[in-house]
T-cell receptor, first 112, second 113 residues
């Protein structure tokens, strides 16, 4: 079945450092891919998405490119801030619609 | 615009007591609705989903049940809570049409004592 694998956390960075959170997936066909962010004590918010190969999703300085050849959707940000501290979830939704499949989440902690 | 509401935000309940968590969606019709639980390890576990009134699919066997009495209302229940039911419960919705992700509620923190 479809699945999503994220890099293990926690990830601890200093402010203004470069961020990469790896995400790879297994799915048939061409799923849509998503990154969600969860700030402490809150629900999940959609951060960005990409619906077809080579699409780049971007929002709030974060980017992720849908790579069909490597089945990846890595999240990147050039310069993180303390306010980016949160848990980040990669997810996919199959091309037939339906349920989102989530990765296990990666906790990011940014220190001043 | 569409909004999703969950309540209560926090709840402390004794073992063996009943549970009722409510989720409602506004500004849309015939949404797909979902209940997730997030335990201490941060992962999201899909508990139930519903594609219409009275239609409930259960993903994992457990002490909980779900109901959808109205198009935009989704209720998570238990007759007798267990300690292991503690966690952060999230409701979400989306429309089957369109390549959109889910919209999540703000969650309910349940502590069973």
């Amino acid at each position: 079945g479809d699945s999503v694998t994220q890099m293990e956390g926690p990830v601890t960075l200093s402010e203004e450092a470069f961020l990469t959170i790896n995400c790879t997936y297994t799915a048939t066909g061409y799923p849509s891919l998503f990154w969600y962010v969860q700030y402490p004590g809150e629900g999940l918010q959609l951060l960005l998405k990409a619906t077809k190969a080579d699409d780049k999703g971007s929002n709030k300085g974060f980017e992720a490119t849908y790579r069909k050849e490597t089945t990846s959707f890595h999240l990147e940000k050039g310069s993180v801030q303390v306010s980016d501290s949160a848990v980040y979830f990669c997810a996919l939704r199959g091309n037939q619609g339906g349920k989102l499949i989530f990765g296990q989440g990666t906790e990011l902690s940014v220190k001043p | 615009s569409q909004t999703i509401h969950q309540w209560p935000a926090t709840l402390v309940q004794p073992v063996g007591s009943p549970l009722s968590l409510e989720c409602t969606v506004e500004g849309t019709s015939n949404p797909n609705l979902y209940w997730y639980r997030q335990a201490a390890g941060r992962g999201l576990q899909l508990l139930f989903y519903s594609i219409g009134i009275g239609q409930i699919s259960s993903e994992v066997p457990q002490n909980l049940s779900a109901s959808r009495p109205q198009d935009r209302q989704f209720i998570l229940s238990s007759k007798k809570l267990l300690l292991s039911d503690s966690g952060f419960y999230l409701c979400a919705w989306h429309h089957l049409r369109g390549n959109y992700g889910y919209t999540f509620g703000s969650g309910t923190r349940l502590t069973v004592v």
